[in-house]
């Protein structure tokens, strides 16, 4: 006898259904359109059956307004966004960005790993996003596979934070073992006060599980597994996926540790470690991936006063170019709706034939068009003296990106031109001093 499949509801709120996308043991999320503002959504609603008994309901409706509370306030490119939320519908639901991929859980599996570069790179951004929120005072407490959706552009987006911790709220949460057993750390099963550690420690089993198909710790029963967590040391990744480098085992094991204070100090060295050992990968340097890159981006003078928000916004809005030594990035008298941000390389910059400067790393180019939005002719010709890295950025796309990142934009472009006038001046001072020396009053008088 074939079983009968569930019936989708053909609205939630003011949402129209398409299908379902998945469920789990709280709810249903099911794939809708935004009619208003023509968009897809995702709707998570919770399961009829969990509301029938008054103490149960009570807690699952404090889980969604949990939820809802905590992911209101974040807004980072690697975590998803709430849209909306009714928690006092009879079945209460949130309302998400839609993301176009599938949970991670997709590729734990020993055959359906991603790449070695890929996983580091998924879990630098998870880093980053998980920085932002223990800087927002949330401890997510439920990192795994499962809660990281992969879109199908290979970005990662980090949801669900039901089970989140406030460490800024007096109001009630949700007390006693929260998470799921196979990645709590060791202070959620002593039931021990939380920090950003403990996300540390169960991120690490899930970019271990993505890289070798297998958790660290794993148990037949649940009680097996935290026993494992709590008294056991994990098996060197490498052991299990024979073409991991040693670097990589050192970071991973290092985040696992029993104490949290032998974990990485922040979740910026944690970042910065997974970084450093995608860089000792063998690859070619045309493989650079996101999480090098906005390593590149975050390492430039230039970049100082941008939050990790605005690069990441950047990220999504710039061209990177990788040039051969002699091209030409931009020509005097030519119009031009655009500058690059100089990554790696010099470049030699001259006007009228006359060589101006070399320029290195850090330094934008061709920056006045977009200043000065009425004259597009460029001034000068940029040549590349080496190979070179670029950030290419089209004039329209910034002035149509936030307004902060077109703030911080505006501040370092003064800054920069600032420095340059400072420059001028010490050489016009440099050169005056020359004429004095070589002009005296006698020879004018002679």
Request: proline share 6%; charged share 25%.
């Amino acid at each position: 006898m074939t079983a009968t499949p569930p019936l989708i509801p053909p609205t939630i709120g003011k949402y129209r259904i398409e299908r379902e996308l998945g469920r789990g043991a709280s709810g249903i999320v099911y794939l809708g359109l935004d009619g208003f503002r023509g968009k897809r959504v995702a709707i998570k609603q919770m399961h009829a059956h969990l509301l029938s008994q008054p103490d149960q309901a009570e807690r699952y409706r404090r889980l969604l307004r949990n939820e809802a509370a905590m992911s209101g306030r974040l807004k980072h490119p690697h975590i998803v966004r709430l849209l909306d939320a009714d928690e006092d519908a009879a079945q209460p639901y949130l309302v998400l960005e839609y993301v176009d991929g599938q949970p991670l859980a997709a590729h734990a599996r020993a055959d359906a790993l991603l790449p070695v570069p890929q996983v580091l790179d998924i879990a630098f951004k998870c880093c980053n996003a998980l920085e932002y929120a223990y800087r927002e005072g949330l401890v997510h407490r439920d990192i795994k596979p499962a809660n990281l959706m992969l879109a199908a552009n290979g970005d990662v987006k980090l949801t669900d934070f039901g089970a989140a911790l406030s460490l800024r709220s007096d109001a009630t949460q949700l007390s006693g073992m929260v998470g799921s057993p196979s990645y709590m750390s060791p202070e959620q099963v002593r039931e021990e006060d939380l920090t950003h550690h403990s996300d540390m420690f169960s991120l690490a089993i899930v970019v271990y599980e993505l890289l070798t198909g297998r958790r660290p710790f794993d148990g037949e029963t649940d009680f097996a597994t935290l026993y494992k967590i709590s008294h056991e040391d994990p098996t060197p990744p490498s052991l299990l996926r024979v073409s991991l480098p040693g670097h990589v085992d050192a970071v991973l094991l290092r985040a696992l540790s029993k104490k949290p204070a032998d974990r990485f100090a922040t979740w910026g060295d944690f970042a910065q470690a997974l970084l450093d050992a995608h860089r000792d990968l063998p690859r070619q340097r045309s493989q650079d991936t996101e999480a090098e890159r906005f390593g590149r981006l975050r390492e430039l003078p230039f970049f100082a006063d941008f939050h990790d928000v605005a690069l990441w916004e950047l990220m999504r809005l710039g061209n990177w170019r990788r040039l051969e030594r002699g091209t030409v990035l931009m020509r005097e008298g030519q119009p031009g709706d655009s500058f690059c941000i100089l990554i790696e390389g010099q470049v030699g910059v001259s006007r009228q034939g006359w060589t101006l400067s070399t320029l290195g790393p850090g330094v934008t180019l061709g920056e006045m068009t977009y200043l000065r939005p009425d004259n597009r002719i460029r001034t000068a010709t940029a040549v590349a003296e080496t190979e070179v890295l670029v950030l290419k950025i089209r004039n329209p796309a910034l002035r149509e990106a936030s307004e902060d990142l077109q703030s911080r934009f505006d501040k370092a472009f003064i800054k920069l031109l600032v420095g340059r006038l400072i420059a001028a001046n010490e050489q016009i001072a440099e050169w005056d001093m020359v004429a004095g020396q070589v002009f005296t009053p006698d020879d004018e008088q002679g």
